[in-house]
């Protein structure tokens, strides 16, 4: 079973940086990547998706703030967050992006917490 741990949150001021980390126990070779968050009484939503080639996609609201990025031998995967807004305030998971050959995602790892308040 694939585990993932995040890491990287904490507290920050709205303007303020930080870099996300995931580490996979398993390959991510092959595997579209994905950082989700969730907020207090929301659903879970996509951020940033990265594909094997690592072309990227993000949510409206990061584009040009957030940076996803990814390193197949480490099998981990990273999100740059600068330019925070009380808004981005979630929990962050990492997790693979379904497709064609990974149809589901993994079983969620704890998360990382960031909370962007002055």
């Known amino acids: 079973q694939v585990q993932l741990v995040e890491s990287g949150g904490g507290l920050v001021q709205p303007g303020g940086s930080l870099r996300l980390s995931c580490t996979v126990s398993?390959?991510?070779?092959?595997?579209?990547m994905a950082w989700y968050r969730q907020a207090p009484g929301k659903q879970r939503e996509l951020v940033a998706r990265?594909?094997?080639?690592?072309?990227?996609n993000y949510l409206d609201s990061v584009k040009g703030r957030f940076t996803i990025s990814r390193d197949n031998v480490k099998g981990a995967v990273y999100l740059q967050m600068d330019s925070l807004k009380p808004e981005d305030t979630a929990v962050y998971y990492c997790?693979?992006?379904?497709?064609?050959?990974?149809?589901?995602?993994?079983?969620w790892g704890q998360g990382t917490q960031v909370t962007v308040s002055s």
């Open positions: 398993g390959t991510i070779f092959g595997i579209y």
């Open positions: 990265i594909t094997t080639g690592s072309n990227t």
């Open positions: 997790n693979n992006y379904p497709s064609t050959n990974y149809p589901s995602t993994w079983s």
